[in-house]
């Protein structure tokens, strides 16, 4: 068994490219018409996730931090118990 190397993007690199080139698809698919302060007016500020995260040293940052959830996975390939393709996934919490 071998490891090898795979080029993949981050999601901060796809939602700036979005952000950059295609705004229309990044107001539909990643920001969303939700307000933004709404969505984190919902979340206690108790929250296991939010403490000490450093969006909190941002200023405004309840108008711009875009929630996303990211889910992985894997399929085994082939019939060796070893071998298997990981998938993630993301997508935004306040797209429409």
């Known amino acids: 068994m071998r490891d090898e190397l795979y080029p993949f993007l981050l999601p901060h690199e796809i ?16 920001r969303g018409s939700a307000c933004l302060s709404e969505f984190w007016a919902g979340i206690s500020e108790q929250d296991p996730r939010m403490i000490g995260h450093p969006v909190h040293d941002r200023a405004g940052w309840q108008y711009t931090a875009i929630p996303i959830r990211i889910h992985g996975d894997a399929v085994p390939v082939g019939r060796s118990k070893f071998r298997s393709v990981d998938i993630l996934s993301f997508s935004s919490m306040t797209s429409d």
């Open 15 to 30: 939602v700036a490219h979005m952000f950059e080139f295609y705004p229309m698809e990044f107001r539909k698919w990643i």
